[in-house]
């Protein structure tokens, strides 16, 4: 109110001082009403606002951005020009994982707004959607289950939940769905099942439960592991049952044998069962409240009673007889990893920005013991001032990795672990990724790291070693050396064994820099085979289940490569039957 009043003795002594230099005095305005176009570099591609406006408003933004990934970028394009005409002034918040898009969104409408003759500042200090003006409703729902988190393990769970009929409500903080889960390139690891049979592979529950073990340094709960290779080729054909086959088996660090499981196309497996899972979703007519984030649990007679959540409009108490945590973990909540990992204090994060351990608090408050909480993943190739991960497949295709020097340090293709320890022991800790055309042009994933400016880039090694700072000889004979061990199929350096199938002699030559990054929390709450909640006196809490990041205790101190989307797919699932069964009791 205080404001409109202001906007208006704004407007009135611009009226008067026309007035009083004798002119007619003109109609207040803000726009010259119209439509006005500009455009933006976005993460893919130019991002295209069309703004218009009536003399005092913004009436509608359009924008267009075909070129944005899907999942983050595409949802910035899709809201943020609701937000814009909510807010009236182009400055609102941007898309949290998509902030490059949003910038683009921004700068354009802003551009746009001031060729309608718009003065920024004035719009921002008017601005309509601010806290004061936003009043939330106090809202109360009632329902059988309620689902924390639309990630992998979420949304597998409701779709059992609503093939088994029960109410629920599915909530996600986020604009999006997907979490992490986006994130998981490789595939899912399982045995025994019918895709390795009819491809001829020999493979165990016995033998993928201990090679889980193995990986995790023995530190994981080995009634957990045994249920998760158990359960996991039932997962596998159930994801068939829904449209999500993953046909295509290989091989992937830490297995005895072909295990992981990916779509037939070998492209990302979490974005492919993200879409699958939603588009499942969709067609048993489930809506996700999105933008909508629990706040807390709520525990009457011993037993989960409800859940609080929070949305821009509302105050929610939902009442429910169970909850299923699935908000998956802490790695983008960097005070939360330093206070378990002190020395992890200023690593980055590949995570996606809703992985803040909400429900590790959350169960914590209502008593539930955690496990491994200081088991912390580290991906050791991570570019650093934008925080992409340079996937595996690169070191996988053939690349090298090489110290300021110039030297080779380590078999590249150690566990994520021990080659993120290795490069930690360099000088300033980080090290250079160096490929060749040959690899850019059989590797998809390249293009992105080319078009982003993260690749430096060479007609010859020297040229590249001279724009890295590195003494070109030296880079250059670790070259020759790599290709003579390619060749002679034996690297008497450092034993590498996979990754060997093809020589960096094709210009232009690359190199990306990079270092570890947070990449995976394998601790969390603990949970039972049946995905229950267990407290921290040892008993299950009623009504409380979890699946996925949140919980700890499937991967140990190591999570091997395939294991995560195995994880949320099985435990979801379990955490669904469960979840179901408690509330028919
Ligand atoms: P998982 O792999 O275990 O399924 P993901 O990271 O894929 O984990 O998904 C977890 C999801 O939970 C993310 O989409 C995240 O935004 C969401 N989430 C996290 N905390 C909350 C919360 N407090 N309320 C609602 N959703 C949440």
């Known amino acids: 109110m205080k404001k409109l009043f202001s906007l208006l003795l704004v407007l009135a002594v611009a009226l008067s001082s026309a007035g009083a230099m004798g002119e007619a005095l003109p109609a207040p305005t803000l726009f010259t009403p119209g439509t006005y176009e500009a455009e933006a570099q976005g993460f893919g591609g130019m991002v295209q606002v069309s703004v218009t406006v009536a003399e005092n408003e913004i009436t509608d933004v359009a924008i267009k951005g075909d070129l944005e990934t899907p999942a983050l970028g595409g949802v910035a394009v899709e809201t943020m020009g609701e937000a814009i005409v909510k807010a009236q002034t182009p400055n609102v918040d941007g898309v949290s994982g998509a902030t490059v898009t949003s910038s683009a969104i921004i700068a354009a409408a802003t551009q746009a707004l001031e060729a309608a003759g718009a003065d920024i500042a004035v719009l921002d200090e008017f601005r309509r959607d601010t806290e004061e003006n936003t009043v939330r409703e106090d809202k109360t729902l009632d329902t059988d289950i309620v689902i924390i988190g639309a990630g992998g393990a979420g949304m597998a769970a409701a779709i059992m939940v ?28 399982a045995a025994e099942t019918h895709y390795q049979k009819e491809q001829g592979i020999e493979d165990s529950v016995e033998l993928f439960a201990a090679d889980t073990m193995k990986g995790g340094h023995d530190l994981n709960d080995p009634a957990l592991v045994q249920t998760l290779a158990e359960q996991s080729a039932g997962a596998i054909e159930w994801l068939d049952s829904i449209g999500a086959d993953l046909p295509k088996i290989s091989f992937s660090g830490g297995a005895s044998t072909n295990r992981i499981h990916a779509p037939a196309d070998g492209s990302a497996v979490g974005n492919y069962l993200v879409d699958k899972f939603s588009a499942k979703l969709k067609e048993l007519g489930v809506e996700i409240m999105l933008n909508t984030k629990a706040t807390e649990l709520i525990m009457e007679d011993g037993k989960i009673a409800g859940v609080k959540a929070e949305s821009q409009e509302a105050n929610y108490t939902i009442r429910c007889k169970a909850v299923i945590l699935a908000t998956g973990g802490f790695g983008a909540n960097l005070d939360m990893i330093a206070s378990y990992r002190p020395d992890l204090q200023g690593t980055v994060t590949t995570n996606a920005p809703g992985a803040t351990g909400d429900g590790i608090v959350m ?37 090298i990795l090489v110290n300021q020097k110039g030297e080779r340090f380590t078999n590249e293709l150690l566990t994520r672990d021990a080659v993120s320890a290795a490069e930690l022991a360099q000088e300033g800790q980080y090290a250079y990724i160096i490929f060749d ?15 982003n400016g993260l690749t430096v880039q060479g007609d010859t090694i020297e040229e590249l070693a001279g724009k890295l700072n590195i003494e070109p000889e030296v880079l250059a004979k670790t070259l020759a050396d790599w290709n003579e061990a390619v060749a002679q199929q034996n690297d008497a350096q450092f034993g590498r064994t996979t990754g060997m199938n093809a020589n960096l002699t094709m ?33 299950v809490i009623p009504g409380l289940f979890a699946a996925g990041e949140v919980t700890g205790g499937v991967h140990g101190g190591n999570r091997l490569g395939g294991n995560a989307v195995a994880d949320i797919v099985i435990f979801g699932r379990i955490a669904a039957d469960s979840a179901v069964a408690y509330c028919g009791k």
């Open 507 to 539: 210009a232009p030559f690359y190199a990306i820099q990079i270092a570890p990054g947070i990449h995976h929390t394998m601790g969390g709450v603990k949970i039972d085979t049946s995905a229950e909640v267990i407290s921290t006196e040892g008993n």
């Open 162 to 189: 609503q093939q088994a009929g029960k109410d629920f409500v599915l909530l996600e903080k986020m604009p999006y769905v997907g979490g992490n889960t986006t994130k998981a390139t490789g595939g899912m690891n």
């Open 363 to 399: 169960a914590q408050a209502v008593g539930a013991a955690l496990v491994d909480i200081e088991q912390i993943q580290l991906h050791p190739t991570v570019e650093q001032t934008t925080s992409m991960l340079i996937t595996e497949s690169v070191r996988g295709d053939g690349a």
């Open 437 to 451: 055309q040959n690899l850019r042009n059989n590797l998809k994933a390249v293009e992105k790291y080319v078009t």
